[in-house]
């Protein structure tokens, strides 16, 4: 999810409830493992991402920050299954709805974690925060949002480039980057005991994928190395939960994606004519099960994405 476009998200998923995608028990904590719990945030309401955490002999590791509001959202649901200290918690990257909720957690105890990438990618869009020119991403959503307006940015201060590993012996979580996906700064949670995968947005269950800071190219082959994992169960950033089949649905649906755009650049057509065949390439995508669930408010921009990654021309802004 982008942070910018919370607030449109908002209204665009309320006109959407009659339509069919996934939609599981929103905040509701689900135990997927002893000790390891998944919750599902209310996106259509507020914009919330998916939680997860682990709790360890000692301390709590989150799994995401979520926005300020969802931050309060679980903090209490995570006292109510444990007294242990919340530690750390883990941005999976940089979007707002994953790592605004930062000084929250912080307030909470929780020293906050990430990939190299989320707060290099932080310091490329919190310009304000940084002492660039002008408002960041977090000034633009605090436009729209008390939470933000409320809260401060709070970069990660714990950062790891390939792996962190968190092990006391009964639980093991490694924090993973395989690369490019979502974001520049993707980390994975890989429970290899329970084989669980927390996986930020760079898999999700639903009509959620923004891709505007990512590359689909290198997401389909990043996804490879979380499939080679073998999990049993994938926890995704938003919609529910599910088994290995969301992480093939995912990779699946944008496989699908990029070869429907493949066919009109091999067939010579222009940034105009793929922005025309938007809906033939919705009902083309819409006829696998699997994926149809993937198709929502960002198709128009995805295809776009696809289509500049194969070297097409930005598509001609509509009036
Ligand atoms: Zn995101």
Redesign the pocket.
Known sequence: ??PLRGSVLVLALGALVAAPFVQGEVNVVEKVATDVYFHEGDIGRFGH?NNGWIVFNDYVLVIDANFPSGAQVILPKIKAVTDKPIRFAFDT?H?G??AYGNEVMHEAGATIVGHAGVLAEMKRHETNYFGGKGPGRWEDAAKNRKDVAASKLRPPSVLFDKQLTFDDGTHRVELLHFGVA??HGDGWAWLPNERIVFT??ACVNGPYN?TG?GNLHEWVKTIDHVIALKPLKVCP?HGPSGGPEVLANQQLYFKSLLSEVRQLKDAGKTASEVQAAADVIKESLRKNDRIAIYIGQYINAQIEKAWTEMGGAAFPVQQ
Do not use: I, K, S, V
Request: aromatic content about 8%; overall charge negative; glycine content about 8%.
């Open positions: 999810m982008n991402c990257h979007h709805d994953h979502h974001t930020g947005d923004y800071d950033a």
